[in-house]
């Protein structure tokens, strides 16, 4: 049997991304136990202001979330038949999308109860289980080599960076 590929801009893209949400999400976590913890807090407090550094790992996020969810959208669109992909997208739009609403005082002053703060909220925990349903599907459809070459330096010939835009060019010829 083959080993599986995945397409390097997925890759990097999927990598980026990933690494950025686990950051934000355990940054997140930090935040929600300094200033709200309304359903309990971390047993320990860490010194820091843990809002500007959640809302910079956002900014970092932003663009890649912009561009990863693009790459859904086209050459990665037969991989959101599988819903467990299109949950983790979802949670990502959510949580970016409601995150660039927020605004960091509104936690600085306890005001816990502004709509789009609830739904950052609610997209940190849908994330959170997406992801989980997300790694339990990979490995369950492929197994450890599936898992694996979503984090493989190995590149087909036909599959480095200046071959990118005509992949790209090639899906809106087929698409239109």
Not at 14 to 27: F, N, P, Q, Y
Not at 120 to 140: F, T
């Amino acid at each position: 049997m083959p080993r599986p590929y995945q397409p390097s801009l997925l890759r990097i893209l999927h990598g980026a991304v990933g690494l950025l949400v686990a950051a934000a999400w355990l940054s997140g976590l930090i935040v929600y136990s300094l200033h709200d913890g309304r359903w309990g807090r971390l047993p320990w407090q860490p010194a820091g202001n843990w809002i500007d550094i959640h809302g910079s790992l956002g900014v970092l996020l932003w663009p890649l979330a912009i561009a990863f969810g693009l790459y859904a959208l086209t050459l990665g669109r037969s991989r959101l038949r599988q819903p467990e992909n299109t949950a983790v997208l979802l949670g990502l739009a959510l949580a970016v999308g409601s995150g660039k609403l927020m605004d960091e005082d509104w936690l600085r002053q306890g005001d816990l109860n502004q709509l789009v703060y609830v739904i950052h909220l609610l997209a940190w925990l849908l994330i959170g289980a997406a992801v989980v349903w997300h790694v339990k599907a990979v490995l369950g459809r492929g197994g450890l080599p599936l898992a694996r070459s979503m984090v493989s330096l190995q590149t087909r010939s036909n599959d480095l960076p200046h071959h990118w835009p005509g992949q790209i060019r090639r899906f809106f010829r087929r698409s239109g």
